[in-house]
């Protein structure tokens, strides 16, 4: 628990009904919308204005790594603005510079390319592989989710697109290394990796010379988490090779620390030629994406024109927020840490899915995990539909919520994903409270809780 508590608000009913009355909230109908009203933060907890204190299990949306307000990033924020607030995109900043070879540094990629957000280094990252390669398609997958943004928003395969389609032409979907429900119905013992070789089929079908890239989710993350098997990565940059495709990465949630490494695709050993990052690059302190390229990539645009650009691109405050935060990462040991913990938090996961149930399957990489919910374990039937909810996934999110425990839930689907700078004590405070909402899901799909 944070060292001080917060104070409830004496106006805060009145701020809510003023965010509600004067903006417009994310992906809801807006009358639905009860939003908490948030006052501050420490470490992996927050605060609301009735004076409660909230464990942060989804760390805001899964980008607040090294906790609220950490004094080491606010501090970079700080000496930043004392210096200059502001600086045009032509400009060079001694900000832009140590950021930029950081960031070549630990991808072991060439050039970056700064943005505002994940979805704008997706819509870069799309734009660069077309002028680089001079074709036109983009091999997606459908359990994906890259932006809200045009371009972002139709290359992901997150329902989510459904409403601003058809978007932007030359995107096509393939499907995701899914083992627990193989969309080619196969099992560990008789999967080919068949998640790759129909890609390779759509490739083929599409004519090779027509696909710029491939572009996926290191890991998959808010439609369900899929840990790929440890081959996938080496067989499909193997396919990107043969056929000359880029490999674009969205490291936008799983990267930076959030698996215990730099990159989530750096655990299989393989190389992508442009990655894509967000969230945990400044933990969320400050709005920045990058889209880093290819020694090969950043070598074709010295002597040809680079067609795009944002006024704030390479903004000095985000930047320098950033480096502040990279350097926690460093200096506190926290990549070890989630590891370390990660592997803890994994014996946890595996043990409620043998306790409960509702839970048909867990999945986890470092401090990024996911439970499956299902009202059948042997038939694996959701417990909530495709792009829908249920009077179970409902009561369990009211249990958690009621508990003060902030956690992000999604068709039948319950993340685990604190801040990286969590502690093992505040860890099982927050699954304890998982597991009292999953006995609740077992006793109204009518089977009776496994004792521990």
Same mark, same amino acid.
């Given at each position: 628990m944070p060292d001080s508590f917060p104070q409830a608000h004496p106006d805060s009913r009145q701020i809510i009904q003023d965010n509600r009355d004067y903006t417009l909230f994310s992906w809801s109908v807006q009358n639905t919308t009860n939003p908490i009203h948030m006052t501050g933060g420490k470490g992996s907890h927050f605060f609301d204005g009735d004076g409660h204190t909230w464990l942060d299990f989804s760390s805001q949306l899964i980008n607040i790594n090294v906790g609220h307000q950490h004094p080491r990033v606010l501090q970079a924020i700080k000496?930043?603005?004392?210096?200059?607030?502001?600086?045009?995109?032509?400009?060079?900043?001694?900000?832009?510079?140590?950021?930029?070879?950081?960031?070549?540094?630990?991808?072991?990629?060439?050039?970056?390319?700064?943005?505002?957000?994940?979805?704008?280094?997706?819509?870069? $990252?799309?734009? @660069?592989?077309?002028?680089? *390669? =001079?074709?036109?398609?983009?091999?997606?997958?459908?359990?994906? #989710?890259?932006?809200?943004?045009?371009?972002?928003?139709?290359?992901?395969?997150?329902?989510?697109?459904?409403?601003?389609?058809?978007?932007?032409?030359?995107?096509?979907?393939?499907?995701?290394?899914?083992?627990?429900?193989?969309?080619?119905?196969?099992?560990?013992?008789?999967?080919?990796?068949?998640?790759?070789?129909?890609?390779?089929?759509?490739?083929?079908?599409?004519?090779?010379?027509?696909? $710029?890239?491939? @572009?996926?989710?290191?890991? *998959? =993350?808010?439609?369900?988490?899929?840990?790929?098997?440890?081959? #996938?990565?080496?067989?499909l940059r193997a396919l990107c090779d043969k056929y000359g495709i880029l490999l674009i990465d969205d490291e936008v949630m799983s990267g930076f620390g959030r698996t215990g490494t730099w990159l989530a695709t750096q655990h299989y050993g393989i190389k992508p030629d442009i990655v894509t990052c967000a969230k945990g690059l400044t933990s969320g302190y400050m709005p920045l994406g990058a889209m880093i390229v290819s020694d090969a990539i950043a070598e074709y645009f010295e002597t040809h024109f680079l067609a795009g650009g944002l006024t704030y691109s390479g903004h000095p405050v985000s930047l320098a927020a950033a480096i502040g935060n990279l350097a926690v990462y460093e200096e506190e040991h926290l990549f070890e840490h989630t590891r370390e913990l990660g592997a803890?938090?994994?014996?946890?996961?595996?043990?409620?899915?043998?306790?409960?149930?509702?839970?048909?399957?867990v999945r986890y990489k470092g401090l990024f995990s996911v439970i499956e919910l299902v009202k059948d374990k042997a038939t694996k039937e959701p417990l909530a539909p495709f792009n829908g909810t249920s009077p179970e996934m409902g009561r369990l999110a009211a249990h958690i919520k009621s508990k003060h425990v902030y956690a992000y839930s999604r068709f039948n689907f319950l993340w685990v994903c604190p801040p990286l700078v969590v502690t093992k004590e505040e860890l099982d405070h927050g699954l304890s409270v998982y597991e009292e909402a999953l006995a609740l899901v077992d006793q109204m799909i009518g089977e009776p809780v496994a004792a521990d």
């Open positions: 000496d930043q603005v004392d210096v200059m607030c502001f600086a045009g995109p032509s400009f060079a900043t001694d900000v832009r510079a140590t950021l930029g070879k950081k960031l070549a540094e630990v991808t072991g990629l060439g050039k970056s390319f700064f943005t505002l957000g994940g979805s704008e280094a997706n819509e870069n $990252a799309m734009k @660069m592989a077309r002028l680089y *390669t =001079g074709r036109d398609k983009i091999i997606t997958r459908y359990r994906s #989710y890259h932006g809200a943004t045009m371009g972002s928003m139709t290359a992901s395969g997150d329902p989510r697109r459904w409403p601003v389609e058809p978007g932007v032409p030359g995107i096509v979907r393939a499907f995701d290394p899914y083992c627990y429900r193989c969309p080619f119905g196969k099992t560990p013992d008789s999967c080919q990796r068949e998640c790759v070789s129909h890609i390779e089929e759509i490739i083929q079908m599409e004519g090779p010379h027509n696909v $710029a890239a491939i @572009m996926v989710e290191g890991i *998959t =993350g808010s439609n369900g988490l899929l840990v790929p098997p440890d081959d #996938y990565y080496p067989k803890y938090l994994g014996q946890r996961l595996e043990a409620i899915k043998a306790r409960f149930a509702c839970v048909g399957d």
